[in-house]
């Protein structure tokens, strides 16, 4: 036990952990972002709230959630601990400012991080924990005539608080009654101040990636003439551009269709 | 000579007595300096005013003047040895500065650098981590054929670069955490990566990263600043190295799995 305190606690094993999660993380944003695109197919959530039941039921996939959230708390904590061993380092501070060749992201990963952390807290109160733990989101259901293929939905409100999905056919059309999450992205999405911090967290989401990414994969001591360059192509362009775009699109997306009703 | 382009510039100096009392800026005039001097040259001048006027004169590190000990520091206009690349304190000329302009000249700023007076600061951290586990050792014994062990080029060029570092903590001054990453990640490849160095790759990362830590180095955030700013230019592919030996250490060696070969230690 002493030696796997030892190995973790080594300034190195720290940065080993971070790299690990952070690495994690990083692949949960491409299931995130895959999922939620459904949020822009034109059914009226019928796609995304089927997701959304999915995700919260599906064991394998509960576990793994259990798994991330740790992630993030370990990530953060961690973050905290060499952010205040590193600070220990350098006591006095240098009164002359350094203009190194050191990226802008590299050298405030702390500021970006804590950007991302407070966003995480909110989203994750505002939808997972709304949707988890409270009675505040609705029920939607969803009406398919099988012959035409044609789709309604209603409100629903279910008899029993216990309610959470429902699905069943009768005289050739399809009912489905689930929890309409889906509603409440659409709400919160078109208050302007909520759009505008998403829009600002995806930001930090991209710098943080930016220098993350290809760091992490540094601190692993995987470093190589070819593959190291795949790397940072796929740090810059996948986690900083294409993925914080992705779900930054949302918000926007669904202020502007709340502008137009 | 020509006496045409001296320079004359303001200098704000760090001035701290000991390493237990607060240091403070104190702002000292470098009149009629020649382009063609050295920093170090420069700071000569200057202290020899000083003693003219029976002041304390400027205490700073040097030693060979060539660029090759390490011994010389300074943070310069906020760049460890001054604003050029490749190239320690005593091989920056005045000619890399303006007439007229303010310099700001600090010590290397790090806990496990404490300042003995002004600008000079106690490296002797450096030190202990060579000496906990920064060498080879050679049996007594028959003298060996020279080249006896091939090496390959590519391993050999590779080993001498990072073999290149002279110990003056430029990578420690530059890290925004005070991180001795470059420094101990140097001295570890150097000898790891050439077969002499073999029978200690794994107990030498160990002991050397332990001794960094127990140091008050800070962590590696991949910044980058360190190679910037390193005189010798030493890589931060060092740094990958180091780590991918140390985690391969602490993980997966033989003395690391299993009981009955760690107890041999």
């Known amino acids: ?261 | 000579m020509s006496t045409n382009n001296n320079m004359n510039l303001t200098l704000k100096v760090w001035r701290q007595k000991n390493a237990e009392t607060r240091g403070a800026f104190v702002t000292y005039k470098a009149e009629g300096i020649s382009p063609d001097m050295s920093f170090l040259e420069m700071l000569d001048v200057v202290n020899e005013s000083l003693i003219h006027k029976q002041d304390e004169p400027i205490h700073f590190d040097h030693d060979c003047r060539e660029g090759i000990c390490g011994m010389c520091s300074l943070y310069i206009n906020g760049h460890p040895h001054g604003p050029k690349n490749a190239i320690t304190t005593c091989q920056l000329h005045m000619r890399t500065f303006h007439d007229g302009e303010t310099i700001v000249i600090e010590p290397w700023r790090a806990a496990a650098f404490p300042v003995i007076k002004d600008l000079a600061v106690d490296r002797s951290a450096f030190d202990r981590i060579q000496q906990a586990g920064g060498f080879v050792s050679v049996n007594t014994g028959g003298v060996p054929d020279a080249n006896e062990i091939a090496i390959p080029k590519v391993i050999a060029d590779e080993a001498f670069n990072s073999a290149t570092c002279i110990g003056c903590g430029a990578c420690v001054a530059a890290c925004k955490n005070a991180s001795a990453m470059l420094f101990v990640s140097a001295k570890v490849t150097q000898l790891g990566m050439l077969p002499q160095g073999q029978p200690e790759r794994y107990s030498r990362v160990q002991a050397m990263v332990a001794q960094m830590d127990a140091e008050g180095f800070g962590s590696c955030t991949n910044t980058g600043a360190c190679e910037a700013e390193c005189p010798k230019e030493i890589k931060m592919t060092n740094i990958s190295r180091m780590n991918n030996d140390y985690f391969s250490a602490k993980l997966f060696r033989e003395e690391a799995m299993h009981e009955h070969a760690a107890s041999g230690e």
């Open chain 1, 1 to 261: 036990m002493s030696e796997f305190k030892q190995t973790f606690n080594s300034s190195l094993g720290k940065k080993l952990i971070m790299a690990l999660t952070g690495l994690f993380l990083c692949t949960f944003l491409i299931v995130h972002l895959g999922g939620n695109l459904l949020l822009f197919s034109d059914d009226d959530g019928y796609g995304f709230n089927m997701y959304a039941n999915f995700l919260t039921h599906f064991p394998p996939i509960e576990v793994v959630a259990y798994l991330l959230y740790l992630c993030i708390l370990v990530h953060a904590v961690y973050s905290l601990i060499l952010t205040i061993q590193n600070r220990k380092a350098r006591p006095v501070s240098y009164a002359a400012v350094n203009k190194s060749r050191a990226s802008w992201s590299s050298k405030n990963m702390g500021l970006l991080g804590s950007i991302l952390l407070l966003f995480i807290v909110i989203h994750m109160s505002d939808f997972w924990f709304s949707y988890k733990y409270s009675h505040k989101i609705g029920f939607k259901e969803y009406r398919t005539d099988l012959a035409t293929g044609k789709t309604t939905s209603v409100d629903y409100v279910p008899a029993s608080a216990d309610f959470e999905k429902s699905a069943s056919t009768e005289n050739n059309i399809e009912i489905v009654r689930v929890k309409d999450l889906h509603a409440r992205v659409a709400s919160s999405f078109s208050n302007l101040l909520y759009v505008v911090f998403y829009v600002i967290a995806m930001g930090a989401v991209a710098f943080h990636l930016l220098h993350g990414f290809q760091s992490a994969f540094r601190t692993l001591g995987w470093v190589h003439r070819k593959y190291t360059p795949v790397v940072c192509f796929i740090g810059t362009w996948l986690f900083a551009v294409i993925i914080p775009l992705g779900f930054a699109a949302m918000p926007v997306v669904y202020y502007i269709q709340s502008l137009n009703k």
